[in-house]
């Protein structure tokens, strides 16, 4: 039997991420939000963090980095190893340099996409999708409660 083989016949648990990240001004205070979901759609965990003052697309990257560590310490790193994640992005910008079709040319987000391709080897595979940002609404709510929370704080 090949090792392919192999492979293909172990099952695998699948990890299905939503994640989109914000900044009010561009650069400005920005956060990240982040829905993990399993494989029959039962929420597992979100989350909602500022992160201080980043680019719109920093932020982007900010919140896919973050779920790919949050998941794999949710389900340990053995787990990661045997499992597919879908990674739902609305950034069709991140979609696309993370998918291998568009080069990444700004220098800030380089440092960002290393940090993701990196994380790969934690992971059976990693799959980038772009979706509408309505089929993101989740991310988005955690995101700007994370930044009202923010401003919020910053004026008490």
Known sequence: ?????????????????????GSRGNPGPAAIGV????TFGNRKKEYGKAIGVRTNNEAEYEAVCFS???????????????????LYVDSELVARQLGGRYKVEEERLFPYFMKVWNARIDFKLISFHHVPREKNREADRLVNEALDQE???LFQ
Do not use: C, N, Q, R
């Open 1 to 21: 039997m090949s090792k392919y083989a192999l492979m293909k016949d172990t099952p695998s648990k699948k990890i299905i991420i939503y994640t989109d990240g």
């Open 35 to 38: 829905v993990i979901v399993d």
């Open 68 to 86: 790919l560590a949050k998941a794999k310490a949710l389900v340990g790193g053995k787990e990661a190893k045997e499992s597919v994640v879908e």
């Open 151 to 153: 401003a919020h704080t």
